[in-house]
């Protein structure tokens, strides 16, 4: 099977990139790959579509027997574990400061004081997304977000808030907004602590308490919801908004409501995406890699691929661009941003998404409490990175 793989490494005329890129910035992407490999006779360009947790596994296991694709376009905290495992290879001895200086700080990642992955977009992140035809100014707190959501359920029967609250990726802007984070800063987890058990309790009580919030309500329960005018808000990130605008939704974006009891605001994980390169590449290749990439980040792209579906660009030029000086779903998307954190890199977040997951559903299944949910998770943490490092 990686045989197969690893001959497509060692051929000079073609360079294979697997990606996460959503539906419809495929199309798009397909279409620039093609403009370059008709500038460029002679060079063929496969991208391949993976899932993110296909990718990461993927790559993993066709770049330690070297093999796999020649170039991996993802989120930044897959770079920790592939670093880790020395399967990309550093890109600031590829990349001279001066064309990295081009770039807004946040698109570069670097692992150990290495470059590993050059972003196109930053922010990936969470945000509240509403339909301006049910609600023209939305909640700034969840004070008013609970009020309001009682009196929409009433008077329209639908629900005023819908997101896929059973993942915990979409649980961490109710834990910062409770003044909590996943780990500290020798990565080590921090989730039995007050502020989980209050962000758990919290959400339990949008659902039970106040019942703003369907009982069950997975990705593809909200984004329908939202899609079928039966859901005023939703909390999504940027690769969201294209679908919605093929829905013909009028919608708006901003931060997620202010956590009144604690003063913050939620504070969703912030992630560029970006490229990496495959460590077994052969150095002979490496040259028409670079230039792929360099192409990819060029300016132009950026600016075509925000006009298109409103993403945050990496190359501080384009923020001079008059689309995207006047778009204001960015400038809303970029004021969630401001208040964000970045995404952990390191290879321990898999094990605490992991340790996390169970407990977070007992919880919502009514099978564990909030403290009962916040220790576990913790001692599940523990135990996994325990069993990663040894």
């Known amino acids: 099977m990686w045989g197969c793989a690893r001959s497509t490494l060692e051929d000079p005329r ?22 370059y490999t008709d500038r460029n006779p002679g060079i063929k360009v496969t991208a391949l579509y993976k899932e993110t947790e296909t990718l990461r596994s993927g790559f993993q296991i066709a770049a330690i027997g ?22 990309i290879m550093p890109l600031d001895t590829l990349f001279n400061h001066e064309y990295l200086s081009k770039f807004d700080p946040r698109a570069l990642v670097y692992s150990h004081g290495r470059l590993y992955s050059i972003a196109d977009k930053i922010g990936n992140h969470l ?35 819908v997101w896929n609250y059973t993942e915990p990726y979409f649980f ?37 308490k106040y019942k703003i919030i369907p009982k069950a309500c997975d990705y593809e329960t909200a984004d329908a919801l939202f899609k079928e005018g ?55 290749k490496i040259p028409e890699v670079v ?18 579906f409103d993403t945050i660009p990496t ?3 384009v923020y001079d661009d008059p689309s995207v000086q006047q778009n204001q779903i960015v400038k809303e998307s ?8 970045p995404m952990p890199i390191v290879a321990e977040l898999r094990a605490v998404w992991d340790a996390m997951r169970p407990s977070y559903q007992a919880l919502l299944g009514g099978t564990e409490s909030p403290e009962g949910a916040a220790k576990e998770m913790q001692k599940s943490a523990v135990e996994k990175i325990k069993e990663m490092n040894e």
Do not use: C
């Open 230 to 284: 039966k859901a005023a808000m939703i909390i999504n990130g940027p690769w969201s908004f294209g679908s919605y605008e093929n829905a013909g939704i009028d919608f708006g974006v901003t931060r997620i409501p202010f956590i009144t009891q604690t003063g913050l605001w939620p504070a969703p994980m912030v992630s560029p995406m970006g490229y990496s390169i495959n460590a077994s590449v052969p150095s002979w």
């Open 66 to 87: 070297g093999a796999g694709p020649d170039i991996v376009w993802g989120p930044s905290d897959q770079v920790g574990p592939f670093e880790a495992m020395q399967i």
């Open 334 to 341: 970029e004021y969630q941003m401001e208040v964000g954190r």
């Open 14 to 35: 073609q360079i294979v990139i697997w990606h996460t890129l959503h539906p419809d910035e495929q199309e798009m992407f397909i279409q620039i790959l093609k403009e």
């Open 315 to 317: 190359r501080t030029e």
């Open 291 to 308: 230039k792929l990439i360099r192409f990819l980040l060029s300016p132009e792209i950026q600016a075509e691929f925000t006009k298109r």
């Open 127 to 161: 945000m509240l997304i509403y339909n301006k035809a049910l609600i023209h100014n939305p909640p700034k707190t969840m004070d008013e977000l609970i009020g309001y959501g009682q009196e929409f359920q009433r008077d329209r029967g639908g629900y005023a808030l």
């Open 172 to 208: 961490i802007p109710f834990l910062t907004g409770f003044g909590g984070w996943v780990m500290d800063s020798l990565d080590n987890p921090t989730l039995n602590t007050p502020a989980m058990v209050n962000a758990l309790k919290f959400v339990k009580d949008l659902r039970d």
